[in-house]
């Protein structure tokens, strides 16, 4: 896995690992149970504290999206969704709020949001089942 961090960004770099972790997994380039890069691995090679790394790695372990086991690292969770119908949609509606937050600011009209957000659906191959 390669990740990469925009310097430019606004967003937090320990956001933009989370972000790249979650997309990862998302499009299967990570897999269940798959290793990550130790948070010293990492921080060498983005050139970044570690406890940013660790920062990331925590709140990724908190959301249940990987899991840590002592003296063997970081894996990418199961993914049977431990987390309750409740929390998904509070994470979901949270992220999906400040996407049309912006798009208000940016003027984006509602069915152009609406086929962007189908476009996005469709990319990822998200099933009917995935609740």
């Not at 990724?60 to 003296?71: D, R, S």
Request: proline share 3%.
């Amino acid at each position: 896995m390669q990740f990469r961090i925009d310097n430019a960004s606004e967003r937090p770099v320990y956001l933009q690992i989370i972000d790249q972790v979650k997309r990862d997994i998302a499009l299967g380039r990570l897999a269940k149970e798959e290793r990550l890069p130790t948070v010293r691995q990492l921080a060498q090679q983005l050139a970044i504290n570690p406890n940013t790394i660790a920062k990331a790695y925590r709140q990724l372990e908190q959301e249940g999206i990987i899991v840590t086991k002592p003296g063997a690292g970081a894996f990418v969770a199961r993914m049977d969704s431990q987390l309750s119908k409740a929390v998904r949609k509070r994470i979901i509606c949270e992220q999906l709020e400040r996407v049309i937050v912006d798009a208000f600011h940016m003027q984006v009209e509602r069915a152009v949001l609406a086929d962007w957000f189908n476009n996005a659906v469709e990319r990822f191959n998200l099933s009917e089942g995935n609740t």
